[in-house]
C-alpha cells in the first residue's frame, strides 16, 4: 500500500504562484474546476485547496500533514506547528507582505495610543488585539470579511491590513501608523506528522526542490571557452554565484568556464566577455540550484 503526505495548498491569490513554484521543482498540479483536491504528479501526495487563513489549524490538528501557509496566520490561530521552512513568494513581489495600521489621512489620530476606545476593522483580530494589549491600549476590534481598506472613517476608526505595495491605501487615502508584522509563506508540518520518518523525509525532500526552484529563479547558466592568458580578465568580470568551474580542454591553451548569474546583468557582460577573448559563450535555463 502507498503511503501518502496529506498536502495543504493555499486557495486563493497564491494559488497560482504555488503551482508555478511547485512546476519548477518538478512536481505538475492540475486545478480541476470546482475541485478541492488538485491532481498532482506524485502518487505518495494527497493534495487539498484550503485557505491560507485557515491552513495552520487544519496541519496542527492533524487534517493535513503539512501545508503552505503565511507567518501571519500561524500567529493568527496561535497554531502549534513546524516550521519547516520560509518561502519567500508572492502574488505580487518576492518582498514580505506587512501587516499595518491605517487611519484616514485626515483623521487626527497619530499614534498606537490615540486608538483607546476606538473601531478597528481587521481580518486578524487576535493578532490585532495582542498587538494592542503589548501597548497597554483597549480598543473595539471587529472582524472584517474583505474590502477592509474602504471601510473609514464611517464603518472603523482605523484598520489593519495587509500590503505589498501601499498602492490600495493610497488610493483609498489612508496614511500608516504604524507597522505590527512583516510575514512571508512558510511550509507547516503536524509535529507528529514530522516525528514519523517517512513522512519527515518525504517533506524535508519536497522543501529542498521548492527551495532548489526558488533559488534558481532570475538565474541562467553561461558557460564559454577561454584562452588561459585571457582567464583573469574574463573571471574579472563574472560575478559567479560560488566560484565559477574552470575545466581543461584539449587545446592546452584553452579552458572551459561555466558559471551562474543573474538573467537581468547577462546582456551587460556578454560584449564584454567577447572584448576579453572569451569565445563559444553559450547562455542555457536554471529549473533548479541545490546548495
Known amino acids: 500500500m502507498t503511503q501518502l503526505l496529506r498536502l495543504g495548498l493555499p486557495a486563493g491569490s497564491l494559488q497560482d504562484a504555488t503551482a508555478d513554484l511547485f512546476r519548477k521543482a518538478g512536481y505538475k498540479i492540475t486545478f480541476a474546476s470546482r475541485s478541492y483536491y488538485p491532481a498532482v504528479d506524485d502518487p505518495e501526495l494527497h493534495c487539498t485547496l484550503i485557505r491560507a487563513q485557515e491552513m495552520p489549524r487544519y496541519v496542527q490538528d492533524g487534517s493535513l500533514d503539512c501545508g503552505l501557509t503565511g507567518y501571519d496566520w500561524i500567529l493568527e490561530n496561535e497554531a502549534k506547528v513546524v516550521e519547516v521552512a520560509e518561502l519567500i513568494f508572492s502574488k505580487v513581489s518576492k518582498r514580505p507582505v506587512k501587516w499595518i495600521l491605517a487611519v484616514p489621512n485626515d483623521s487626527p489620530i497619530q499614534s498606537v495610543k490615540d486608538l483607546q476606545g476606538k473601531r478597528i476593522a481587521t481580518e486578524v483580530v487576535g493578532l490585532t488585539r495582542r498587538w494592542l494589549a503589548q501597548h497597554g491600549v483597549e480598543a473595539h476590534v471587529e472582524f472584517s470579511w474583505g474590502a477592509t481598506e ?133 547562455e542555457y535555463p536554471l529549473n533548479k540550484i541545490i546548495a
Open 150 to 282: 474602504v471601510k473609514p472613517p464611517r464603518l472603523a476608526d482605523a484598520i489593519v491590513d495587509v500590503t505589498e505595495t501601499g498602492s490600495s491605501l493610497k488610493a483609498n487615502n489612508l496614511r500608516v501608523i504604524a507597522e505590527l508584522l512583516q510575514s512571508t509563506t512558510r511550509f507547516i508540518a503536524n509535529p507528529a506528522a514530522y516525528k514519523d520518518p517517512w513522512k519527515k523525509q518525504k517533506i524535508d525532500d519536497l522543501v529542498l526542490m521548492l527551495q532548489g526552484a526558488m533559488a534558481a529563479e532570475g538565474k541562467v547558466g553561461l558557460m564559454m571557452n577561454v584562452p588561459k592568458d585571457a582567464l583573469p580578465a574574463v573571471l574579472k568580470i563574472l560575478p559567479a554565484l560560488q566560484n565559477p568551474t574552470i575545466s581543461s580542454l584539449s587545446d592546452e591553451k584553452w579552458v572551459a568556464v561555466n558559471t551562474i548569474l543573474d538573467e537581468n546583468i547577462v546582456r551587460h557582460i556578454i560584449p564584454l566577455l567577447v572584448q576579453s577573448g572569451a569565445r563559444g559563450i553559450v
